[in-house]
């Protein structure tokens, strides 16, 4: 490779908003023919708001949300924001949680004044004893409308569930039926329940999509996809994204994500906007001409 053809495309990449890291990164993109795209915080903005609170039968709702808030208050997932926000615009007196622990992927526990509080996926929750399926119906109903659905259990007991939305991103089904256009096959990998996978799915015209993914297992996912002669490339945004854009042969890493991320990725997409995905398609490709 000549060295000035990627200087010179590194120069233009980061006045377009793609910051190259690795300048192999910038050669391979061209030949890539499978993009892994993560969904919370890369093809949704990231930043979901609580729209629904529904309680157990006996539990007030602002008990529940409360508890909640509490221990979210700990956790820097998207998630936890949305909750500790909508207990504060309820000006609900949050208290200082003991023995926090977060399981990525999967959600928090501690206690709460003196009670043990959980709060995550449906399944997280059951694997900590609490039922939830007096709940269930009415959770499929918000994920089929694209909501993530979390529940609480307070004291071993499903107390009340929380859904949270989170807007796609604008631009977003524009840049991968762009991309789609030029022959890449486009996979949606999130830790996201289904329903609300398939949901999201659909509003970007996206056909194939793997959901309840543990961080693990995107990576894995990646490896395998290479072993089938695929050139992958991987956006994503999170701390649990970081082994899989390190794993894909082209990292891609919203700027507005973790730092994690951006470390494990050879490129960043400054702003954040999935149009910088073309955009570095089309810089990847201009850059080999001049070097051949
Ligand atoms: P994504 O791949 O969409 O970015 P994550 O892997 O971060 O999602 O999380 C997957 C799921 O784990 C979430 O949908 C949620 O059910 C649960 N979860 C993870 N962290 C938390 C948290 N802090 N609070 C509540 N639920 C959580
Ligand atoms: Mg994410």
Do not use: C, W, Y
């Amino acid at each position: 490779a000549t060295p000035m053809a990627i200087m010179v495309g590194v120069g233009e990449g980061a006045r377009a908003g793609v910051l190259v890291r690795d300048a192999e990164a910038l050669e391979r993109f061209e030949a890539v023919d499978t993009l892994v795209v993560d969904k919370t915080g890369t093809l949704t903005e990231g930043k979901p708001r609580l729209t629904a609170l529904e309680a157990a039968q006996g539990v007030p709702a602002d008990d529940a949300l409360r508890l909640a808030a509490s221990l979210e208050r700990s956790s820097e997932h998207p998630i936890a924001a949305a909750i500790v926000a909508a207990a504060r615009r309820k000006r609900l007196k949050l208290s200082e949680p003991a023995d926090f622990q977060a399981f990525p992927g999967g959600g928090v526990v501690g206690r709460v004044d003196g009670r043990a509080v959980a709060v995550g996926s449906g399944v997280f929750v059951a694997e900590r004893g609490a039922d939830p399926s007096a709940l269930a119906a009415r959770a499929e109903a918000l994920r089929r409308e694209g909501a993530t659905v979390v529940f609480v259990a307070v004291d071993g007991a499903a107390a009340a569930l929380i859904a949270v939305s989170d807007p796609i991103k604008a631009g977003a089904a524009e840049a991968l039926a762009a991309l789609a256009a030029q022959g890449m096959r486009v996979v949606m990998m999130t830790g996201d329940n289904r329903s609300t996978a398939a949901a999201v799915a659909e509003k970007l015209g996206i056909a194939a999509f793997e959901a309840e993914t543990p961080p693990e297992r995107k990576a894995e996912a990646i490896a395998r996809l290479k072993r089938e002669g695929r050139v992958v490339a991987m956006a994503g945004d999170g701390v649990n994204d970081a082994p899989a854009l390190a794993a894909a042969d082209v990292g891609i890493a919203m700027g507005t994500g973790t730092d994690a991320a951006i470390e494990s990725a050879g490129m960043t997409l400054i702003k954040g906007d999935l149009a910088g995905l073309v955009r570095a398609r089309n810089l990847s490709k201009a850059t080999m001409r001049n070097i051949r």
